[in-house]
């Protein structure tokens, strides 16, 4: 697991946290379409994700299901870091997207590390800073304008200027312009492949629909 931990964290924490999460933390597998954490579950511990993706919903009094944000490697879930420090019970869901290896943090450790590992700290808050972001674009979306009709404009535009339909792009650049996460954007643009509207090649999106 320290080697995996290496891949992943290596840039962000410093030896001897690596050392400690691979001494506590419990590597987890889990296949697609797996709940990892329900709402109304205690929580014991967090996750760090190694590989794959984790999608995290909320729910309304109907059972009706809300899409916060996607999360991948790299990341962990702030929704669950909140219940972890509180003491409280989940109000998320999270599902594997796809499958998923994961390494999961005691809760306990949480606080300790906030204090000893200054790396750490500013995982977590940078982490904070990110869903929180990702929770006010669900929120524009959602009152103002459908992504998908903003990516499309968007790639229409660019197409305009250039004059070229051939769009050298990637997806992370296109996120980053939208103000938007590169996840919501590559499945929004297999979408649109799916429906005709372009075609995606690497880094080149070929616009069908001018």
Same mark, same amino acid.
Not at 72 to 100: H, V, W, Y
Not at 145 to 166: C, F, I, P, Q, S
């Given at each position: 697991?320290?080697?995996?931990?290496?891949?992943?964290?290596?840039?962000?924490?410093?030896?001897?946290?690596?050392?400690?999460?691979?001494?506590?933390?419990?590597?987890?597998?889990?296949?697609?379409?797996?709940?990892?954490?329900?709402?109304?579950?205690?929580?014991?511990?967090?996750?760090?994700?190694?590989?794959?993706?984790?999608?995290?919903?909320?729910?309304?009094?109907?059972?009706?299901?809300?899409?916060?944000?996607?999360?991948?490697?790299?990341?962990?879930?702030?929704?669950?870091?909140?219940?972890? $420090? =509180?003491?409280? !019970? &989940?109000?998320?869901?999270? *599902?594997?997207?796809?499958?998923?290896?994961?390494?999961?943090?005691?809760? @306990?450790?949480?606080?300790?590390? $906030? =204090?000893?590992? !200054? &790396?750490?700290?500013?995982? *977590?808050?940078?982490?904070?800073?990110?869903?929180?972001?990702?929770?006010? @674009?669900?929120?524009?979306?959602?009152?103002?304008?459908?992504?998908?009709?903003?990516?499309?404009?968007?790639?229409?535009?660019?197409?305009?200027?250039?004059?070229?339909?051939?769009?050298?792009?990637?997806?992370?650049?296109?996120?980053?312009?939208?103000?938007?996460?590169?996840?919501?954007?590559?499945?929004?643009?297999?979408?649109?492949?799916?429906?005709?509207?372009?075609?995606?090649?690497?880094?080149?999106?070929?616009?069908?629909?001018?």
């Amino acid at each position: 697991m320290i080697e995996e931990l290496k891949m992943h964290y290596g840039y962000l924490f410093e030896d001897e946290l690596l050392q400690e999460i691979n001494q506590c933390g419990l590597f987890k597998a889990v296949p697609e379409g797996y709940t990892l954490m329900d709402i109304g579950q205690t929580i014991s511990h967090m996750p760090l994700l190694i590989s794959g993706a984790l999608k995290i919903l909320r729910e309304d009094e109907q059972g009706d299901e809300l899409l916060l944000y996607f999360i991948e490697q790299g990341d962990t879930c702030t929704m669950s870091i909140s219940c972890c $420090m =509180g003491n409280s !019970k &989940s109000e998320i869901r999270a *599902i594997a997207e796809t499958a998923a290896t994961l390494i999961m943090v005691p809760v @306990e450790k949480m606080g300790e590390w $906030m =204090g000893k590992y !200054k &790396s750490w700290q500013n995982f *977590i808050l940078q982490s904070y800073h990110e869903r929180t972001v990702e929770l006010l @674009e669900s929120i524009d979306t959602i009152a103002f304008l459908k992504m998908d009709e903003r990516l499309l404009k968007y790639l229409k535009d660019k197409a305009m200027v250039n004059h070229n339909d051939m769009i050298a792009v990637t997806h992370q650049d296109i996120a980053q312009d939208l103000h938007t996460s590169r996840v919501v954007i590559s499945r929004l643009l297999k979408k649109l492949e799916n429906d005709g509207r372009l075609k995606l090649y690497r880094n080149q999106i070929h616009l069908l629909d001018l």
